[in-house]
């Protein structure tokens, strides 16, 4: 069964203070993995797809990493701002369809 | 603004009432999928249509039901409530892949339902 496991559950920062969320994910051929972003009571906004291990994205602050059993996402110098949930997705077979699982999400707050 | 428009953005009804929620795809994109979040099963896929036709069903409740009409909208009827079907109702798009391989979806802000 296709797997998709986000860690921390959640993660307090200081303002500035970088770290890195993780998705480990077990499927059998990757076609994608997808970072969102999900501010309370919205929907979750995409912020990268990864295809093949050893893609990297960037966006502002934000780069998402991929190998062959996980992603991460790297939060460079984050402000209050990026306070958020953030939600990892993997496409997994489905009937005739590739429906993307989700993770539970790490939620990020960041003090300033 | 992911360009996937949701109605209604909130409703309150009580149990064993039925609730229609309506959803347009961002243009041209042929997939709709419908997810359920709440708080302690984070989001869950329930159906998945392509091009008006079902692909592929999730957890969804045979209380529950969907349709994708020939102008791609989609509609998720939700009937004989309980309070535990409250939860966010997300819809999704993607483009013109019917197998759904690769492709970035993209969600609404979602119909928030409280039973009571």
């Known amino acids: 069964e296709d797997q998709v496991t986000q860690s921390p559950e959640a993660l307090r920062l200081q303002e500035g203070e970088s770290s890195s969320l993780n998705c480990s994910y077990t499927?059998?051929?990757?076609?994608?993995l997808f970072w969102y972003r999900q501010d309370p009571g919205k929907g979750p906004e995409f912020l990268f797809t990864?295809?093949?291990a050893g893609e990297e994205k960037e966006k502002e602050r934000l780069k998402a990493t991929l190998t062959k059993k996980e992603s991460f996402l790297h939060i460079t110098a984050p402000k209050p701002e990026d306070s958020a949930t953030y939600l990892c997705a993997v496409p997994g077979l489905s009937g005739g369809s590739y429906i993307p699982t989700f993770g539970r999400g790490t939620s990020l707050i960041v003090h300033p | 603004d992911s360009g996937v428009t949701q109605t209604p953005k909130h409703l309150i009804t009580a149990t064993g009432q039925r609730v229609t929620l309506r959803c347009s795809p961002r243009?041209?994109?042929?997939?709709v999928y419908w997810y359920q979040q709440s708080l302690d099963q984070g989001l869950q896929f329930l159906i998945h249509y392509y091009n008006g036709e079902e692909r592929a069903k999730g957890n969804i409740l045979e209380r529950f039901s969907a349709q994708q009409f020939p102008d791609l909208h989609s509609e998720l009827n939700l009937s004989s409530l309980e309070l535990g079907d409250s939860a966010l109702y997300f819809c999704?798009?993607?483009?013109?892949?019917?197998?759904?391989?690769?492709?970035?979806?993209?969600f609404g802000e979602g119909s928030w339902l409280t039973v009571v």
């Open positions: 499927v059998s051929g990757l076609r994608g």
């Open positions: 243009s041209g994109d042929l997939s």
């Open positions: 990864l295809y093949s």
């Open positions: 999704a798009s993607s483009g013109r892949s019917g197998t759904g391989s690769g492709n970035t979806i993209y």
